[in-house]
């Protein structure tokens, strides 16, 4: 697990706690779980609410540790401004991720679904949440992985395609190496994310 | 309470002031906390900065009107990048955006910027400062463009055929100078580029009319700035012409009737 501290936010949305799993075993159970979660009523449901209260990105579609770092940031921003979109700050960064405006179709395709076999987990938060690493570890079966192999993770060719990059000037220019698109369509996504708030 | 990004700024190290807005450099992401194994200095290393350009609020606005115009403009400034960069234009990326702020953070480039390659001098530099008169401590410079393995020439080539690009996509620029263009250092990934920078005038038009006025105010940039260079902008226009193909001829036309224009103005004026 990794922390991002943003020492010029306000406590309580200060730190983002990130863990990579790959060769994820639980996906289905853990879609079903978050989902049940949401319906649940009373101190039972704010307990698994809490249990589950992580956002659960699919890594293949992550470029960069930059990619995530920029969802993260924007949607702590808009959660500190009163602007989310959202309920949560954790829906908030599949949503940040999204190449469009529709919330459900955010959740579906960045979030955990049946066959996500790779798994970034988020957990924006004060400083000291001790356990947190732990939480993660036993919410998630899967082999823990440190973020710097995020790339390694990468499905470019569903990347092009979320982000719609295959119609582009920048990716089609001849002569350009398989490393020279992927600098460019890094760009444009992490460009994408960071701007999400105030596109058409 | 103190907004997120006021204090972002309050950390930033200022870079330059213009009429709209200032400009910082600051860092936004933290370095990734590694494990024992990896040194600490070697983490904050891997910190690249962001550049913040903040438009600051107008005491003569309304307040309401004030922040809605900022939002647009920074809007506008972010979407007009976005779209240079699915056009393959070399622009800085976008790394953050708070329109209520009025902040837009980019990627930081590392570079020199057209204007002090040309030995235009940095902006608020005196434009006579010439770096043979190196002063006691400063160190005498050597031709920067050696640094950056380019000839002044094949920076001309470099400015024509990335507005080429950017025109061809429909994106006039508004403000095409030799400060808002950076040569980024040659180092990897990237390498030596020329970025176009300061999208905040910049609009979309297929007309060749406002093509050929970006090119003109670019022109006039080069004649006031850099008189000695002024016939390198020949080397400008062909590459910009040859990048263009068909579509040349008719901003072309329009140029030489800009420049008309633009004569017989200042003969009245
Ligand atoms: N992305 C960047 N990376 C590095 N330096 C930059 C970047 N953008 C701007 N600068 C520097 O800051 C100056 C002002 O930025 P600019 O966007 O042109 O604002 P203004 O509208 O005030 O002219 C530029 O001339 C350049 O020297
Ligand atoms: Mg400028």
Known sequence: METFRYTHLP??????????????????????????????????????????????????????????????????????????????????????????????????????????????????????????????????????????????????????????????????????????????????????????SIAA | ?????????????????????????AYLHPSLQRSSSELQSNASDIREPILLKYRFHK???HPTLDTTLTKARVAGEARAIIKCLRHGVNVPGIRMVDATEGVLGLEWIDGKTVRFLLGGGAEDEDEDE??????????????????????????????????????????????????????RHPTPPKGVQLVLID????????LAEDKAVDLYVLERAFSSTHPASEPLFASVLSAYKEKMGKDWLSISKRLDDVRLRGRKRSMVG
């Not at chain 1, 400083?127 to 390694?152: A, F, Q, Y």
């Not at chain 1, 002569?175 to 996504?189: C, M, P, R, T």
């Not at chain 2, 094949?154 to 403000?175: R, V």
Request: a negative charge; charged letters at 20%; one cysteine or more.
């Open chain 1, 11 to 196: 406590a309580a949305h200060a730190h983002a706690y990130v863990a990579l799993f790959d060769h994820v075993s639980n996906a289905a159970h853990l879609r079903q779980r978050i989902v049940r979660a949401s319906q649940l009523e009373g101190p039972e449901g704010d307990h698994e609410r809490e249990a589950v209260n992580f956002a659960f990105v699919d890594a293949r579609l992550i470029t960069s540790i930059l990619h995530l770092q920029t969802a993260i940031y924007q949607a702590i921003l808009a959660k500190i401004q009163g602007s989310l979109r959202t309920k949560t700050v954790h829906s908030e960064i599949l949503w940040a991720l999204s190449p469009n405006n529709n919330i459900t179709e955010a959740i579906k395709r960045f979030g955990v679904s049946d066959s996500t076999a790779s798994l970034i987990v988020v957990r924006v938060g004060p400083p000291e949440m001790s356990d947190i690493e732990h939480r993660m570890k036993t919410l998630v079966s899967g082999d823990p992985l440190p973020l710097t192999d995020l790339t390694k993770l990468t499905d470019w060719f569903a990347v092009r395609k979320c982000y719609k990059l295959n119609a582009d000037p920048a990716l089609k220019a001849p002569g350009l190496s398989i490393a020279q698109q992927q600098l460019a369509a890094g760009e444009i996504v992490v460009s994408t994310v960071a701007m999400k």
């Open chain 2, 1 to 25: 309470m103190e907004s997120p990004t006021s204090r972002l700024l309050e950390s930033a190290t200022p870079i330059s002031q213009g009429a709209e807005a200032k400009v910082f450099r």
């Open chain 2, 59 to 61: 005491q003569y606005r």
């Open chain 2, 130 to 183: 010439t770096l043979e008169e190196g002063d006691e401590g400063q160190v005498v410079k050597e031709d920067p463009l050696k640094e950056y393995g380019v000839s002044q020439d094949d920076i001309m080539g470099m400015i024509g055929s990335e507005i080429a690009k950017m025109h061809s996509a429909d994106i006039i620029h508004g403000d095409l100078t030799t400060s808002n263009m950076i040569v």
């Open chain 2, 199 to 206: 999208f905040g005038l910049a609009y979309t038009s297929t």
